[in-house]
Protein backbone atom coordinates (compact mmCIF):
# COMPACT_ATOMS: atom_id res chain seq x y z
CA UNK A 1 0.00 0.00 0.00
CA UNK A 2 1.96 3.21 -1.44
CA UNK A 3 1.27 6.20 1.23
CA UNK A 4 0.53 9.58 -0.01
CA UNK A 5 2.62 12.67 1.12
CA UNK A 6 0.78 15.80 1.12
CA UNK A 7 2.76 18.87 0.09
CA UNK A 8 4.14 20.77 3.30
CA UNK A 9 3.97 24.76 3.12
CA UNK A 10 6.10 26.50 5.01
CA UNK A 11 6.71 30.33 5.27
CA UNK A 12 10.68 31.58 4.07
CA UNK A 13 11.21 32.20 7.83
CA UNK A 14 9.30 29.11 8.97
CA UNK A 15 11.73 27.28 6.59
CA UNK A 16 14.73 28.99 7.29
CA UNK A 17 14.04 28.42 11.15
CA UNK A 18 13.93 24.60 10.40
CA UNK A 19 17.30 24.40 8.62
CA UNK A 20 18.89 26.11 11.59
CA UNK A 21 17.96 23.44 13.73
CA UNK A 22 18.84 20.61 11.59
CA UNK A 23 21.89 21.95 11.28
CA UNK A 24 22.00 22.75 15.08
CA UNK A 25 20.92 18.90 15.92
CA UNK A 26 23.31 17.21 13.22
CA UNK A 27 26.58 19.18 13.69
CA UNK A 28 25.73 20.49 17.88
CA UNK A 29 23.34 17.69 19.25
CA UNK A 30 24.83 14.66 17.91
CA UNK A 31 28.10 15.51 19.44
CA UNK A 32 26.56 16.12 22.92
CA UNK A 33 24.87 12.97 23.07
CA UNK A 34 27.83 10.80 22.12
CA UNK A 35 30.13 12.19 24.38
CA UNK A 36 27.40 11.32 27.27
CA UNK A 37 27.09 7.83 25.65
CA UNK A 38 30.80 7.63 26.30
CA UNK A 39 30.53 8.58 29.66
CA UNK A 40 27.88 6.35 30.41
CA UNK A 41 29.50 3.52 28.91
CA UNK A 42 32.42 4.25 31.04
CA UNK A 43 30.48 3.73 33.98
CA UNK A 44 30.16 0.51 33.68
CA UNK A 45 26.95 -2.16 33.99
CA UNK A 46 24.73 -0.85 31.48
CA UNK A 47 21.92 -3.10 32.54
CA UNK A 48 21.36 -0.72 35.88
CA UNK A 49 23.30 2.36 34.41
CA UNK A 50 20.43 4.93 34.50
CA UNK A 51 22.53 7.77 33.06
CA UNK A 52 23.58 5.29 29.93
CA UNK A 53 19.47 4.52 29.03
CA UNK A 54 18.65 8.35 29.14
CA UNK A 55 21.35 8.95 26.72
CA UNK A 56 20.14 6.11 24.43
CA UNK A 57 16.64 7.74 24.83
CA UNK A 58 17.85 11.20 23.86
CA UNK A 59 20.12 10.09 21.32
CA UNK A 60 16.66 8.34 19.59
CA UNK A 61 14.51 11.04 20.47
CA UNK A 62 17.57 13.58 18.77
CA UNK A 63 17.46 11.30 16.05
CA UNK A 64 13.52 10.98 15.26
CA UNK A 65 13.61 14.73 14.89
CA UNK A 66 16.16 15.14 12.77
CA UNK A 67 14.58 12.48 10.75
CA UNK A 68 11.18 14.73 11.02
CA UNK A 69 13.04 17.83 9.68
CA UNK A 70 14.48 16.75 7.09
CA UNK A 71 11.35 15.35 5.88
CA UNK A 72 9.32 18.50 6.29
CA UNK A 73 12.39 20.08 4.19
CA UNK A 74 12.40 17.71 1.49
CA UNK A 75 8.45 18.05 1.18
CA UNK A 76 8.41 21.52 1.60
CA UNK A 77 6.52 24.48 -0.88
CA UNK A 78 7.50 27.58 0.06
CA UNK A 79 4.45 30.25 0.32
CA UNK A 80 4.81 33.56 -0.21
CA UNK A 81 1.70 34.48 1.26
CA UNK A 82 -1.71 34.09 0.05
CA UNK A 83 -3.70 35.72 -3.13
CA UNK A 84 -6.27 38.99 -1.31
CA UNK A 85 -9.36 37.17 -3.60
CA UNK A 86 -9.02 33.43 -2.73
CA UNK A 87 -7.95 31.76 0.92
CA UNK A 88 -5.29 29.70 0.33
CA UNK A 89 -1.52 28.95 2.71
CA UNK A 90 -0.75 32.12 3.32
CA UNK A 91 -3.77 34.22 3.32
CA UNK A 92 -5.39 35.94 6.80
CA UNK A 93 -8.79 34.76 6.35
CA UNK A 94 -11.31 36.48 8.84
CA UNK A 95 -14.70 34.37 9.46
CA UNK A 96 -17.60 34.98 11.53
CA UNK A 97 -19.55 32.19 12.64
CA UNK A 98 -23.12 32.23 11.41
CA UNK A 99 -25.88 33.88 13.50
CA UNK A 100 -22.57 35.82 15.65
CA UNK A 101 -21.42 38.96 15.57
CA UNK A 102 -17.81 37.90 17.17
CA UNK A 103 -15.11 37.08 14.12
CA UNK A 104 -11.72 35.71 14.19
CA UNK A 105 -8.73 36.09 11.82
CA UNK A 106 -6.73 32.91 11.34
CA UNK A 107 -3.63 32.43 8.73
CA UNK A 108 -3.80 29.30 6.84
CA UNK A 109 -0.44 27.66 6.87
CA UNK A 110 1.21 24.11 6.44
CA UNK A 111 0.65 21.39 9.63
CA UNK A 112 4.75 22.14 10.62
CA UNK A 113 4.11 26.13 11.25
CA UNK A 114 0.34 25.83 13.04
CA UNK A 115 -0.09 27.21 16.31
CA UNK A 116 -3.65 28.12 17.33
CA UNK A 117 -2.05 30.73 20.13
CA UNK A 118 -0.92 32.42 17.52
CA UNK A 119 -3.71 32.60 15.24
CA UNK A 120 -1.73 30.25 12.50
CA UNK A 121 -3.89 26.77 11.25
CA UNK A 122 -3.62 24.24 8.72
CA UNK A 123 -4.45 23.93 5.98
CA UNK A 124 -4.79 20.29 6.23
CA UNK A 125 -7.24 20.69 9.21
CA UNK A 126 -11.31 20.48 9.01
CA UNK A 127 -11.11 24.35 9.33
CA UNK A 128 -8.30 24.72 7.16
CA UNK A 129 -9.80 22.55 4.46
CA UNK A 130 -13.30 23.77 4.26
CA UNK A 131 -11.72 27.44 3.81
CA UNK A 132 -9.54 26.85 1.47
CA UNK A 133 -10.86 28.17 -2.54
CA UNK A 134 -13.33 30.35 -0.73
CA UNK A 135 -13.90 34.33 -1.34
CA UNK A 136 -15.31 36.81 0.80
CA UNK A 137 -19.10 36.38 1.56
CA UNK A 138 -18.59 33.04 0.72
CA UNK A 139 -20.39 30.10 3.80
CA UNK A 140 -18.79 27.36 4.50
CA UNK A 141 -19.48 24.43 7.27
CA UNK A 142 -16.92 21.78 8.42
CA UNK A 143 -17.24 18.68 10.83
CA UNK A 144 -16.09 19.68 14.11
CA UNK A 145 -15.83 17.84 16.88
CA UNK A 146 -18.84 19.73 18.57
CA UNK A 147 -20.48 18.92 15.03
CA UNK A 148 -21.16 20.73 12.39
CA UNK A 149 -19.98 24.35 12.60
CA UNK A 150 -21.33 27.01 9.67
CA UNK A 151 -19.27 30.31 8.57
CA UNK A 152 -18.71 33.14 6.46
CA UNK A 153 -15.66 34.86 5.16
CA UNK A 154 -15.78 37.94 5.98
CA UNK A 155 -11.78 39.22 5.21
CA UNK A 156 -9.10 38.32 2.99
CA UNK A 157 -5.85 39.29 3.21
Request: with cysteine; charged share 35%.
Amino acid sequence: MAVIMEKEYLTKERYEELKNELEHLTSVKRKEIAVELDQAVSLGDLKENAEYHQAREDQANLESRISQIESVLKEAEIVKGGKKDIAGVGSMVKICKKGKKDCIEYKLVGAEESNTVEGKISAQSPLGRAMLGKKVGDDFTFEAPKGKMEYKIVEIK
